[in-house]
DNA sequence: TAGATAGTTCAGAAGTTCTGGACAACTAGA
DNA sequence: TCTAGTTGTCCAGAACTTCTGAACTATCTA
């Protein structure tokens, strides 16, 4: 699929700030929401589908690429498409329940706002 | 020192990843890692010197503007200086635990950085 | 081999961030 | 009130990042 292998840093090379920058986005914040409860992993179109259906491909490509990078995901070639699972249980041992606060927080946000409407 | 007057948002328009992104630059995080122990508030001046000496003036400036926004501190003016403060009860009311598990984490980093050395 | 599907790459457009220099707000001393 | 000093903001161009359509690569099935 790709013509460059796909890299993902070693756990100890993740950063915190890397971490808030791919998760500062809606959408990949949603994607990594989606992931947290789907651990079978979710390639791209699923991910359109599911997150945002006007999002086009390589829009969708370039966030599981940031996400990627930043040491959230790993991507795994099956066939034609890619798995990508969150590396929860890496990302627990190195910044113990970050990941957990963020989505929690956003979890009250989102109820928060569809109590406004 | 403005000519306009200062903006905060209220804690209920205030979003998680408004948050992660002034969290996401280093300079910035590590303003309010200072912030954090530093209740009495810090102006621009004291930030350059703690924070980065490199750092131009307009700079540092932006970078509070920024984490004013998002919401994370508060700026009052005290005579020719500003005084800047983390918003730190209303934060912990509104996204509980979050803002601890980003500072606890980027502590964590730093003192793994610095034993690799 | 051809056709279908999934994802990547590229390059230009659009948007954001950085920074030096000019400026504005304020203070204190004469 | 004038002047000098200090702090911070604003502006505009440079540098950097993100977005996206189109072309491309990789893989599967038959």
Redesign the pocket.
Known sequence: ????P?CHPAIDDVTVTGIL?ALS?P?RLAIVTELRTNCAG???????SRVDS?????????????L?EAGLIR?E????????QLRLEELEQRYPGLLDSILKSHQQELVKLSRKK
Chains 1, 2 share one sequence.
């Not at 699929?1 to 460059?4: D, L, N, Q």
């Not at 006007?54 to 940031?66: E, V, Y």
């Open positions: 699929m790709s013509t460059r796909l920058h986005d959408v979710m390639n791209c179109i699923d991910t359109m006007t999002m086009p491909k390589s829009t969708c490509s370039l966030h599981f690429q940031i990627r991507s070639r099956r066939g034609v498409e890619l798995s990508n």
